[in-house]
Antibody, heavy 118, light 107 residues
Framework: EVQLVESGGGLVQPGGSLRLSCAASGFTFSSYSMNWVRQAPGKGLEWVSYISSSSSTIYYADSVKGRFTISRDNAKNSLYLQMNSLRDEDTAVYYC???????????WGQGTLVTVSS | DIQMTQSPSTLSASVGDRVTITCRASQSISSWLAWYQQKPGKAPKLLIYKASSLESGVPSRFSGSGSGTEFTLTISSLQPDDFATYYCQQYNSFLWTFGQGTKVEIK
């Protein structure tokens, strides 16, 4: 059974940093590209970042470029999101999602809440 | 960036109703469009990919159509489990964008 489990969320002050993790199981993690997608409270979905299976290709949304860094460790079946210089508007539930062979997100984690507030 | 616009934002319907949600792209995305269903406190669930292909395990009352810039999601006979928020998403490029969502409420 495919499982994605996010962790690392919490309360952080503006300007602070946080590192999110996504533990993958039930599939060959190293064969799949992955995304981070976030959702602010009561709002819609916003794509954050993409990483290819080998980490050779990475993309970021303009809203996080230069502040967030996506990475993965295929040996540990884990995906990461390093978030620096956090702002109030980064407050959201962050989901990791697997990208399948149809280039869409077929499996999602349960999400981890990041709250940026003083 | 490609902008995705859904309509309506909210839809009130009854069990058994036929429901249609529209999604428009700011430029052509061919058929690179997906639809997701999201319930409160839960992760999104993939329903449709490549505009009209039904994801495995999704009931056949869900269908998608369209290409280019205009797309629709249709639920042929609304069931109690279908009351949720629906999002379209383009993947014409790796920089995905989502529509703002359509909440389907009980009438």
């Amino acid at each position: 059974e495919v499982q994605l489990v996010e962790s690392g969320g919490g309360l952080v002050q503006p300007g602070g940093s946080l590192r999110l993790s996504c533990a993958a199981s039930g599939f060959t993690f190293s064969s799949y590209s992955m995304n981070w997608v976030r959702q602010a409270p009561g709002k819609g979905l916003e794509w954050v970042s993409y990483i290819s299976s080998s980490s050779s290709t990475i993309y970021y949304a303009d809203s996080v470029k230069g502040r967030f860094t996506i990475s993965r460790d295929n040996a540990k079946n884990s995906l990461y999101l390093q978030m620096n210089s956090l702002r109030d508007e980064d407050t959201a539930v962050y989901y990791c999602a697997r990208i399948d062979w149809n280039y869409v997100a077929d499996y999602w984690g349960q999400g981890t809440l990041v709250t940026v507030s003083s | 960036d490609i902008q995705m616009t859904q309509s309506p934002s909210t839809l009130s319907a009854s069990v058994g109703d036929r429901v249609t949600i529209t999604c428009r792209a700011s430029q052509s995305i061919s058929s690179w469009l997906a639809w997701y269903q999201q319930k409160p406190g839960k992760a999104p669930k993939l329903l449709i990919y490549k505009a009209s292909s039904l994801e495995s395990g999704v009931p056949s009352r869900f269908s998608g159509s369209g290409s280019g810039t205009e797309f629709t999601l249709t639920i042929s006979s609304l069931q109690p489990d279908d009351f949720a928020t629906y999002y379209c998403q383009q993947y014409n490029s790796f920089l995905w964008t989502f529509g703002q969502g359509t909440k389907v409420e009980i009438k």
